[in-house]
């Protein structure tokens, strides 16, 4: 260039225009050799996986007498490696000449036999030898049926057998990996240069009607490309999801283990566990902190010290009798009801009338057809459900239920990795983004929130608790039903034999200090509502 006095001008180096161009030209470089090198270990695989499906398929013997993951395995293996063999080699030549981003469309099929040449190598977990040196024929996976093939002359012995199953395996794993490779470069070469044809058309100042014709139509072909690349965004996402459905029941649950053992220690971290508040209620609805009065009745506390008359005087009371009774004084309030509670049961069965007996919905009193009082106040159904029916278990336990396979799905065997739905939905069980995304129909999950949260019935309450207020009532025995969910100390002895929540429903063993998993007993699925302590 040559400015208005006559000199010569020189323009600027910028270390950015030179990487943005290397960029630009260099990118396709790195798919191409990869292409081409994927011909050689895939030209291998081909021929060892020819070898043994013709003498399988040959020899009735080997075809019939043994497993059929052998059959299916080798069978997979040889079509998909042929198949992918003659695809690179016919895509060789096409895919160098064409420009990015044009060349974007080689991806979708690079990727679906980059599947099935997958799943062949899963296949082959079952049989493939697990020794890398293969010296010893016992440790073998299938060392019978490669003795037979050295018997039928198909091989030489039986450690060259397993030597060419091996290098079969790796073969084709490392063309996996170079097809996974070239499949990146080639969306990082077309990611290139989109931007880089977008940025020419945008700094361009010449009219759009002067620009080229492909220019011109650059708009246009853009929106499929960029619809292609949210296409490969999702298939990436959900391509190793149902990859790994297809693996075997073993690995499935060992995996969702230990993913759900990094959830439960991250959330138990947050959770506040608080104890059961186990008091007694006055008149007025305040919880009783402290005992008032003196000891001035000592005469009657040693009275009822007496077993056989604290018998004749238990059963002409009911349960809220003896409790009222036990805030006359300390001394008589350590007679009937100590502070290890031993004597609680024997009252309790001596106490009110025979035949029906419960539990007070708001305190710990037991009441009968004599003492009660039903009350039409709302009750927190929602702490009921997950008390009664959520039975916990231990880690063996619980990844011996995630190894069952489903009972509603054909073909192979699938582990089930839904949680329970038969509660009521809660905080933890509202849909996410994607969920209300997908399913438009379940947005409205507060109204389902409150409606399962509460639930219209007649409550069972005793005499000092019928005083409340229908709100009061519904706030403490919600309050109630929270500590007992966090603290588990309720027994419930007519629930499979379980004599108490603090053991393991599965193996009846006292639960350790660690994780609980809590299985619902109507779908034996995982229920993981965080009012469970975890």
């Excluded at 493939?128 to 293969?134: E, I, L, R, T, Y």
């Excluded at 036990?326 to 609680?344: F, G, Y």
């Excluded at 739905?421 to 994607?434: D, G, K």
């Amino acid at each position: 260039m040559v400015s208005a006095t006559g000199t010569m001008l020189v323009p600027k180096f910028k270390i950015q225009h030179f990487v943005a161009g290397a960029i630009a030209e260099f990118t396709p470089i790195p798919g191409i050799l990869l292409r081409f090198a994927i011909l050689i270990p895939l030209g291998l695989c081909q021929s060892v996986a020819k070898t043994h499906w013709k003498a399988i398929g040959s020899y009735p013997k080997l075809r019939d007498a043994y497993s059929l993951q052998i059959r299916a395995g080798e069978h997979m293996a040889f079509k998909w490696s042929q198949v992918n063999f003659c695809y690179h080699l016919a895509a060789l030549i096409p895919s160098t000449f064409l420009l990015s981003p044009v060349n974007i469309i080689f991806a979708i099929p690079d990727v679906v036999l980059l599947t099935y040449l997958s799943l062949a190598i899963t296949s082959q977990e079952s049989y493939s030898p697990k020794n890398m040196d293969c010296q010893d024929p016992t440790s073998l996976s299938n060392p019978v049926f490669l003795q037979a093939a050295a018997s039928l002359g198909l091989l030489m012995d039986v450690e060259r057998a397993c030597e060419e199953f091996k290098q079969q395996r790796n073969f084709a794993v490392v063309t996996c990996a170079l097809v996974a490779s070239m499949v990146f470069f080639n969306i990082c070469n077309c990611f290139f240069a989109c931007v880089r044809l977008g940025k020419e058309v945008n700094s361009s100042k010449i009219s759009h009607s002067q620009l080229p014709i492909w220019k011109q139509l650059l708009p246009t072909l853009m929106l499929p490309f960029r619809e292609f690349m949210v296409l490969c965004f999702w298939i990436l996402l959900y391509v190793p999801c149902l990859t790994f459905r297809r693996f075997p029941a073993s690995v499935q649950s060992r995996v969702l283990f230990a993913m759900r053992c990094r959830v439960k220690s991250f959330q138990g971290r947050f959770q506040q566990r608080k104890p059961a508040q186990c008091a007694q209620t006055d008149h007025n609805g305040a919880w009783m902190t402290a005992l008032q009065g003196k000891n001035t009745d000592a005469p009657l506390a040693e009275f009822l010290c007496v077993y056989d008359v604290l018998v004749m005087v238990t059963t002409h009371l009911h349960y809220v009798d003896i409790t009222n009774l036990s805030l006359v004084s300390r001394r008589i309030h350590k007679t009937l009801l100590p502070a290890k509670d031993a004597p609680s049961n024997f009252l309790r069965t001596y106490s009110c009338n025979p035949g029906f007996k419960a539990r007070c919905y708001v305190c710990p009193n037991q009441i009968c057809n004599g003492c009660l009082f039903r009350r039409e106040v709302k009750k927190a159904q929602l702490f009921y459900d997950h008390l009664f029916h959520c039975l916990p278990h231990c880690s063996k336990c619980y990844l011996r239920t995630l190894r069952e396979p489903r009972v509603d799905v054909h073909g192979p065997a699938q582990i089930d990795t839904r949680q329970c739905a038969c509660r009521h939905p809660t905080a933890s069980t509202v849909p996410q983004f994607l969920q209300r995304l997908f399913h438009s129909s379940g947005n409205d999950a507060h109204g389902i929130l409150e409606e399962g949260r509460t639930r219209g019935g007649p409550l069972l309450v005793c005499r000092t608790c019928n005083q409340l207020s229908d709100a009061e009532l519904a706030a403490i025995g919600t309050r109630r039903l929270k500590g007992e969910m966090r603290s588990r100390v309720l027994t419930r002895s007519d629930l499979k034999g379980v004599a108490d929540s603090k053991c393991c429903s599965g193996c009846r063993k006292v639960l350790r200090k660690g994780a609980r998993w809590w299985i619902c007993e109507s779908c034996n699925k995982e229920c993981r509502s965080r009012l469970h302590r975890l």
